[in-house]
């Protein structure tokens, strides 16, 4: 990203302040107010020219309802994806074609024009221009997403403010746009690791930045609709059994999984995280699944063994038994030999299979 990020833990020197004191608001209740970090603030108005209208004896910062209105676009462009640089530009023109009539000036009075913002400097070699590399340089607070959808960079913005109907809004939006598959794959997924990246590499900052993406993104995840589907042939077998295997924690891929095939009008059975194997096999035999797919996010927790059973639990009554398709999904099966039991690689691919497989009720290999 092109902005700094929230610096938790470091003073500002208008905190202390109250947020609004004579001319206008501080920089620290603004910066409370719009969820950004003070260091932004100052970054913006070093780099894009959004300052404040007012300086209290000359230093102090004191931001006036139309830079609030300001800087209000500003984060609404960001957290939309658009470049810092075109969404000061945007900001301004937004805030002053929405300025109240009684603040304009009027001819033939002594009604003085608010003065115009302040020209915007023109952005250093350092921000802009290409590294060499062939990627921007950035700030060493961003988060390190590389070359992605812009749709990732805005709601990695988003991310980093705690802005959580932007959040909300920007996984929304995605999905709508380019369908479920697309939206996990190329803005999701990325946006994930990028923040999971940034809290590995800072000491468990940014924890809370990762738990509220994955929250709003499981919540999108579950908002999916299924379309309406014509029956299938006879005798097709049950559901599809989505399940972590015992001691996996990480279920958000399963949970895109699972929402990929509710949208498309087939039946699931969304179990979540550590299954134990007694009730998954208990489960095998009351539901007759289509396929059961055993998510497993760490090698440590992929038990081939536990697939094996699975594959072999049968249900129905003698003569007339049948068994599970197994899909093993997650990059803890990587490099494992699993016989009579398939592997997709990726959302669209596993969708694919399951859909073979509950449409013709026979294997897919």
């Known amino acids: 990203m092109d902005?700094?990020?929230?610096?938790?833990?470091?003073?500002?020197?208008?905190?202390?302040e109250s947020a609004v004191v004579g001319t206008g608001m501080t920089t620290g209740g603004l910066a409370r107010r719009l969820g950004v970090s003070p260091t932004t603030l100052r970054t913006w108005d070093r780099r894009y020219g959004l300052g404040p209208a007012v300086r209290a004896d000359g230093r102090h910062r004191r931001w006036t309802p139309?830079?609030?209105?300001?800087?209000?676009?500003?984060?609404?462009?960001?957290?939309?994806?658009?470049?810092?640089?075109?969404?000061?530009?945007?900001?301004?023109?937004?805030?002053?074609?929405?300025?109240?009539?009684?603040?304009?000036?009027?001819?033939?009075?002594?009604?003085?024009?608010?003065?115009?913002?302040?020209?915007?400097?023109?952005?250093?070699?350092?921000?802009?221009?290409?590294?060499?590399?062939?990627?921007?340089?950035?700030?060493?607070?961003?988060?390190?997403?590389?070359?992605?959808?812009?749709?990732?960079?805005?709601?990695?913005?988003?991310?980093?403010?705690?802005?959580?109907?932007?959040?909300?809004?920007?996984?929304?939006?995605?999905?709508?746009?380019?369908?479920?598959?697309?939206?996990?794959?190329?803005v999701m997924v990325p946006t994930l690791h990028a923040v999971g990246r940034k809290w590995a590499s800072s000491g468990d900052r940014y924890v809370e930045v990762e738990h509220m993406l994955s929250w709003h993104i499981s919540t999108v995840l579950r908002r999916v609709t299924p379309v309406s589907r014509t029956a299938g042939p006879d005798g097709v077998p049950g559901p599809v059994l989505l399940a972590c295997v015992p001691g996996e924690q990480h279920t958000l891929p399963l949970e895109a999984l699972n929402a990929?095939?509710?949208?498309?009008?087939?039946?699931?059975?969304?179990?979540?995280?550590?299954?134990?194997?007694?009730?998954?096999?208990?489960?095998?035999?009351?539901?007759?699944?289509?396929?059961?797919?055993?998510?497993?996010?760490?090698?440590?927790?992929?038990?081939?063994?536990?697939?094996?059973?699975?594959?072999?639990?049968?249900?129905?009554?003698?003569g007339a038994r049948g068994n599970p398709l197994v899909v093993l999904g997650g990059p803890g099966w990587a490099g494992r030999s699993a016989q009579g039991m398939l592997r997709p690689q990726g959302l669209n691919e596993a969708l694919a299979v399951l859909t073979a497989r509950c449409e013709s009720g026979t294997p897919v290999g």
């Open 260 to 318: 990929g095939l509710t949208e498309l009008g087939l039946s699931t059975r969304m179990f979540g995280a550590a299954v134990p194997a007694e009730a998954l096999t208990a489960a095998v035999r009351r539901l007759g699944p289509a396929a059961v797919v055993l998510w497993a996010q760490a090698r440590s927790t992929a038990s081939l063994p536990l697939a094996r059973h699975i594959a072999a639990t049968q249900w129905g009554v003698r």
């Open 3 to 16: 902005e700094p990020t929230e610096e938790p833990g470091f003073p500002d020197p208008d905190t202390n």
């Open 66 to 186: 139309q830079d609030v209105a300001v800087l209000e676009a500003m984060c609404r462009l960001t957290a939309a994806g658009v470049p810092p640089g075109e969404a000061a530009r945007a900001a301004r023109e937004t805030a002053a074609a929405t300025v109240a009539p009684e603040n304009r000036a009027v001819p033939g009075t002594d009604t003085p024009t608010p003065p115009p913002p302040p020209p915007t400097p023109s952005p250093s070699p350092a921000d802009d221009r290409p590294s060499g590399h062939g990627r921007r340089s950035r700030p060493a607070a961003s988060l390190p997403l590389g070359d992605v959808r812009q749709e990732c960079r805005g709601l990695a913005r988003a991310a980093v403010r705690l802005d959580a109907p932007a959040v909300d809004g920007q996984l929304t939006s995605a999905v709508q746009r380019y369908g479920l598959a697309v939206a996990w794959e190329e």
